[in-house]
């Protein structure tokens, strides 16, 4: 399974906060899907969007969930210098 999540360009972020996500959301996703080899993509575009490949749709209803907890629960895991 492969998993990309995009951030609006607009969407102002601190310094490493992709890298910290595509980390953090890799270790909880490979919590719950053992096997999916913590293929996560963080990265900007355009618009904010999640895609899962090679899942089905409640593995991606799951990992929204996931990045939804993982993205509010920032503050807990991502530390800024």
């Known amino acids: 399974m492969r998993i990309e999540v995009t951030i609006a360009k607009t969407t102002p972020l601190p310094a490493g906060a992709l890298d910290a996500l595509a980390g953090e959301l890799s270790r ?8 999916a080899g913590g293929n996560v993509t963080v990265r900007y575009a355009a ?6 490949f090679g899942g089905i749709k409640e593995d991606k209803d799951r990992i929204s969930e ?3 907890e993982t993205w509010e629960s920032a503050d807990d895991w991502f530390i800024t210098d």
Do not use: C, E
């Not at 909880?28 to 096997?35: E, F, K, L, Q, T």
């Open 28 to 35: 909880r996703i490979n919590d719950h899907y053992p096997d």
């Open 47 to 52: 618009s904010n969007n999640l895609s899962v």
């Open 66 to 68: 996931i990045l939804q």
